[in-house]
């Protein structure tokens, strides 16, 4: 079965460091990858989707930037943070192979910047 | 441009009710439609998938149907409990393999014992 893997679950940073938060996903092969953020009392933001391995797309303009090492791995990173980087990080992936294209969430991390 | 609208924002009843939750989208143009359901700091937990071909999902108390032409869907909550207390997001995705979803803001349902 499909899983996704995400980490850490909380995270308190002072603001200039840097940021590294990883998705990992198991039991399928080549799939969509997703970041998402949502913000206190807003809704999900879609921060960067990868089609393959190397291949971003940011959908908007920021401070983060995303990479995808290997094919079921993605990673959400900063080199320096900023108070408005704060937010629950959610990682998704699409399922293709089943055709169904439905969407599955990993448990998301919480983001402090301090 | 695609807009997914989820009205009400919140909702409060009393244990036991039967419940329609709604989901209006501008685009009929869809390839499915997915209801999550997202505990308080919690990930987003996938309810159920409609296809376009589809009219209706079923699963155990809850039962999702899709009227593309219309533009809408309703997530209909079988006598509901306490534990049902969460917010319900739908999304919906255009078709091709790259495309991407688009969220409403989400229903905040309380449900009172």
């Known amino acids: 079965s499909q899983t996704i893997h995400q980490w850490p679950a909380t995270l308190v940073q002072p603001v200039g460091s840097p940021l590294s938060l990883e998705c990992t996903v198991e039991g399928t092969s080549n799939p969509n990858l997703y970041w998402y953020r949502q913000a206190a009392g807003r809704g999900l933001q879609l921060l960067f989707y990868s089609v393959g391995i190397g291949q971003i797309s940011s959908e908007v303009p920021q401070n983060l930037s995303a990479s995808r090492p290997q094919d079921r791995q993605f990673i959400l990173s900063s080199k320096k943070l900023l108070l408005s980087d704060s937010g629950f990080y959610l990682c998704?992936?699409?399922?293709?192979?089943?055709?169904?294209?439905?969407?599955?969430f990993g448990s998301g991390t919480r983001l402090t910047v301090v | 441009k695609q807009e997914v609208t989820q009205i009400p924002a919140a909702l409060s009843v009393p244990e036991g009710e039967n419940l329609v939750l709604n989901c209006s989208f501008t685009d009929s143009a869809i390839y499915n439609l997915q209801w999550f359901r997202q505990d308080p700091g919690k990930g987003l937990t996938s309810l159920l998938l409609?296809?376009?071909?589809?009219r209706e999902q079923t699963s155990g108390r809850l039962n999702a149907s899709l009227d593309k032409s219309s533009g809408r869907s309703t997530l209909y909550i079988a006598a509901s409990q306490p534990g049902d207390s969460a917010t319900y997001l739908c999304a919906v995705r255009p078709p091709g393999a790259n495309s991407k979803l688009t969220f409403g803001k989400g229903i905040t349902l309380s449900v009172r014992p």
């Open positions: 409609i296809q376009s071909s589809q």
């Open positions: 998704a992936w699409s399922d293709l192979e089943s055709g169904s294209y439905g969407y599955t």
